[in-house]
Nanobody, 121 residues
């Protein structure tokens, strides 16, 4: 089970950190990903992180602004979002899969319920 938190309303240029708490055995063996979905659009990959944090991946649209990290002792993955833009407005989902942390949402077996992030202009 994955539970996201930390979403909200922020002005353009601001920052927000969303978290994902995982209730899975051996969390440290899971790759983790963040995706987002805006109204009327498909699910979009945002960032992914290897099981031990040793590698990360980002969508071009967020590279340099967003940072994914994880704390395996707390079974939690984070997405720090800086320099937010109105086009970042979406529901943000975390996902988990053993051995995978890439951009293909179909390869993730576990999903959270999502948290809304709204960026006003």
């Amino acid at each position: 089970q994955l539970v996201e938190s930390g979403g909200g309303l922020v002005q353009a240029g601001g920052s927000l950190r969303v978290s994902c708490a995982a209730s899975v055995r051996l969390f440290s063996s899971y790759g983790m990903g963040w995706f987002r979905q805006a109204p009327g659009k498909g699910r979009e990959f945002v960032a992914g992180i290897m099981w031990n944090g040793g590698d990360t991946m980002y969508a071009d649209s967020v590279k340099g602004r967003f940072t994914i990290s994880r704390d395996n002792a707390k079974n939690t993955v984070y997405l720090q979002m800086n320099s937010l833009k109105p086009e970042d407005t979406a529901v943000y989902y975390c996902a988990a899969q053993v051995g995978y942390y890439g951009s293909d949402y179909r390869r993730y077996g576990y999903w959270g319920q999502g948290t809304q992030v709204t960026v006003s202009s």
